[in-house]
């Protein structure tokens, strides 16, 4: 064993420090998340004669395109997030998601007509944007290698609780004191980020040494050694990168063989999360469940399927670490595949108008299934996996491109599933779910490597094709200390 494996095995000190900065960062997506679930509660207040919002009931194609405005609020606000994380860094970044967070339900809470809640949706899109593309890049930047994905998977956990806790407020109290009580998360996300670190290799690359010295010893536990060992290495990895041009454009994802295909790993992946079905099947969850003979009400529906969601979530928690990312997508998929084709045997089935009353149980085990495997891994692998195969130059600009990828494909999912259905009917449609989940599945197969446990740096030269070329003594002292804490199986 060297020296330096000496001195970061027995420590691998900060974890802890490194858990709180990815729960406080986290806070700001599960905001959103609180917001995605306003809808469903609400909706049916507001288009009822007793709406809390202007004088007349809304029309359900203003609350589809509230829904929508979401997504319009994310796709506009994208390609800035690379240019302002990259001036300002991610810390700062980090704290001006605070503004149209707040903002957001600040314009709910005070809103007398219908473009009021435009608006407010509007900002809650870009500030739902801005938080799925800072905290991958951040958590993986102040992460060991180790806990790296862990950590990761804390995103789409903290967006589920998120919806759950919508739909639970949402049905238990009223419309203004949903939005009073939904500004408390912001507002503590801010006041909580303001004194977490800048990350390292941003700091490094910015020539501010001295703040990147001090970021090290809060996120390594003031552990000295461990820093100067980081330090060496991020000043290294600085230095290679200091030969490209400090612009960085569209081209330049097609700059290298292994940026070529990290961004083709990570196009594929959104597209996949996107087109697997996740919104129509939260979309129709009420619908479904009153097909299986279900007597209980669309929110409680609703809330029994977003809790389900977080136990998957928590499952992807525990395994991300153990599985791997490539294995967890890869059952992932396999079980989503075969749970839209069960679905739409039942829908199918049932339109011939074949007795299946003693098969009503299936859609509910069917979607149950289907929201712990979605969770479990096509939920959140998408971004661990997309944060770790680029090279840290050109991290922040692909996860943009990345991210205004995945917000169009959904907005166009949620704007064209009801068109879809009129059209091959929703049997059809989870059929045709099902074959997507397919082709994601082989695509994860043979194009996506397993990036467990390997420091950043190795999955890019491996993604190139020389490995050789990477620092040994840093890459081997790496994955000596994650196979002793795999073998010793430990959690955060």
Known sequence: ??????????????????????????????????????????????????????STPMSSDEISWLNGTLCLGALSALPLCSKLSEKFGRKKFGCLIAIPLISCWFIKLIAFNYYCLLISQYLGGIGGAMSFFLIP????????????????????????????????????????????????PPITFFFGFIFMPETPIYLVRNNRIADATRSLMWLKNNDTSTVEHELQHLNKLANENSDKK????????????????????ALGLMIGQQLCGISAIAMYTSEIFKLAGSSMSPNSSAIIFGSIQVIGSFLSTIMMEKAGRRSLILVSCFGMALCHFILGAFLSLMTIGYEVDSFSWIPIVAMSFYAVTYCLGMGPAPFVVASEVFASDISSFANSVSMITLWLFAFLTIKFFPIVISAIGMAGCFYLFSLFCTFTFFFTFFIVPETKGKPIELIFAELNGCPDKLDRGYTHTCLEINDRKNSKSSNV
């Open 246 to 265: 400090s612009k960085i454009g569209f081209k330049d994802l097609f700059r290298d063989r292994g940026t070529t295909k990290g961004f083709i790993i």
């Open 137 to 184: 890049i951040y958590v993986s930047e102040i992460s060991a290698d180790s806990i790296r994905g862990q950590l990761g998977t804390f995103l789409v956990f903290a967006v589920n609780i998120g919806i759950v806790l919508g739909y639970t407020i949402g049905a238990n109290l009223s419309y203004r004191l949903f939005a009073a009580f939904s500004m408390i």
């Open 1 to 54: 064993m060297t020296t330096a494996t000496k001195k970061l095995s027995p420590g691998e000190p900060g974890k802890l420090k490194q858990l709180s900065a990815a729960i406080i960062v986290n806070i700001a997506v599960l905001t959103y998340g609180m917001n995605l679930g306003w809808s469903s509660p609400t909706s049916p207040t507001l288009m009822s004669n007793n709406t809390p919002v202007g």
